[in-house]
C-alpha cells in the first residue's frame, strides 16, 4: 500500500465505531440476542447424530478427527451464515459474529462428544475462537497445512486429545469451495510419537482425505493433525463460511501449555448453561483472537484493516 492509498484509508469512516455499543450489533441483526450468559438458552438443533458420541470419541482417537452430522438445522446455519457474509460485506471480519449469541450455542449440541473425548465439565479460552469467509474465487483459500499444537501434553496417554478444536461449516463445503483436508495421524509417517513433526513424508498422496461437510455438521481434530483449508475456484456456487472454537479438558491450562500474550486477562471457562460472556467480554475475546490470528485480516480486509487493527488494541485486556 502506498501513502496515498494509506491516507485514504484513514479518511474512510471505520466500519466499527460503533463497535462499543450494543445497539450498533442489534441493529445489525435485530433477530441475534446478546445477553450475559449465551448458553443458558438452548440452541435450535437437530439432535440424532449425537447418539454417535462414543463413536466420533473412537474416530479421535484411532484417527486424529471426527465428522458429525448436522448438528443445528439448515436454515438456521444459512440464517448465520448471512450474519456473517453481512459483516464482511461492511469490511468487519467474519469473528464479529461472535457477539451474538446464537455463535456460541451453535457448539452445545456437541456436548455428548466433548464430555465423551475431554471430560466432564471441559472448558474454553474465550480468546480462542475463529471464524473464515472464503469467497468462491481462484485465489481464495482456507490456512494452509499446519499443526495446530505439537506439545506432546496436547493428547492424553489414552490417546484422548486435551485440547480439541471444534470447526463447524455453515454452508456445505466441498473442494470447490476451500473444504477442509486431513492426514489421517494412523496414515500420517511424519507425526513423531510425541507430536513431533518429523521431515513431511507425502510419497503417499491417497493418504489425504477431503472433508466435504454439509452446513451444520461439525468436524473436530486433535491438535497434532496435519489439516489445511482447500483452495476455492470460481466454480463454487458460494462461500466456505465457518467458525472455530477450540475446547480442552479441565487439567489442561493453556497459558503454560501454549503461552500467548493474546490470552492475557483472559482464563478458561466451564462451557455450559453458566457460561458468562458479557458484551463487553466478548469484544475483549475478539480483540484477544485477533492479536492470535491476525495474519490474514490486511489481505482478506485491504480497506478496514487499520480500522481492525485499531479495534484490537483498544479492546484488548492487559
Ligand atoms: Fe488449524
Known amino acids: 500500500m502506498d501513502f496515498a492509498e494509506q491516507q485514504s484509508q484513514a479518511s474512510l469512516p471505520s466500519p466499527l465505531a460503533r463497535a462499543g455499543q450494543l445497539s450498533f450489533w442489534l441493529d445489525l441483526n435485530p433477530d441475534l440476542p446478546i445477553s450475559v450468559a449465551p448458553l443458558a438458552r438452548t440452541a435450535p438443533t437437530t439432535l440424532p447424530g449425537l447418539v454417535e458420541a462414543r463413536r466420533h470419541a473412537a474416530d479421535t482417537i ?5 465428522q458429525t452430522v448436522p448438528i443445528i438445522p439448515r436454515s438456521h446455519a444459512g440464517r448465520l451464515a448471512q450474519a456473517i457474509s453481512g459483516l464482511v460485506q461492511r469490511g468487519i471480519p467474519p469473528i464479529f ?3 451474538y449469541d446464537a455463535f456460541w450455542q451453535m457448539f452445545a449440541p456437541l456436548d455428548p462428544v466433548l464430555r465423551e473425548l475431554l471430560g ?9 475462537i475463529w471464524a473464515w469467509h472464503v469467497a468462491p474465487q481462484d485465489n481464495a ?9 505439537e506439545t506432546p501434553q496436547a493428547i492424553g496417554t489414552d490417546g484422548r486429545p486435551r485440547l480439541l478444536n471444534v470447526w463447524l461449516p455453515l454452508t456445505d463445503v466441498s473442494p ?19 507430536g513431533e513433526q518429523k521431515e513431511l513424508d507425502l510419497n503417499d498422496w491417497q493418504n489425504i482425505r477431503a472433508l466435504p461437510v454439509p452446513a451444520g455438521a461439525a468436524l473436530g481434530w486433535n491438535t497434532h493433525v496435519l489439516h489445511w483449508g482447500g483452495r476455492s475456484s470460481t466454480r463454487a456456487s458460494q462461500p466456505r463460511i465457518s467458525v472455530g472454537i477450540y ?3 479441565r ?3 493453556l497459558h503454560e501449555i501454549n503461552p500467548d500474550t493474546a490470552r492475557a486477562g483472559f482464563t478458561s471457562l466451564d462451557f455450559d448453561p453458566g457460561l458468562q460472556l458479557p458484551f463487553e467480554a466478548r469484544l475483549q475475546a475478539i480483540a484477544g483472537a485477533i492479536y492470535m490470528y491476525n495474519r490474514r485480516v490486511p489481505a482478506d480486509f485491504p480497506d478496514t484493516w487499520e480500522h481492525i487493527f ?4 483498544q479492546y484488548k485486556r492487559n
Request: glycine content about 8%; aromatic content about 12%; hydrophobic content about 35%.
Open 251 to 253: 487439567d489442561c491450562d
Open 310 to 313: 485499531q479495534f484490537a488494541r
Open 62 to 66: 484411532a484417527e486424529g478427527y471426527f
Open 141 to 149: 483459500s482456507g490456512w494452509g497445512p499446519h499443526r495446530d499444537l
Open 176 to 194: 470447490l469451495n476451500a473444504c477442509m483436508y486431513v492426514l489421517p495421524q494412523h496414515l500420517d509417517r511424519s507425526l513423531g510419537a510425541e
Open 97 to 99: 459474529c461472535m457477539v
Open 247 to 249: 475446547f480442552h479438558n
Open 120 to 128: 466432564e465439565r471441559y472448558q474454553m479460552m474465550p480468546t480462542d
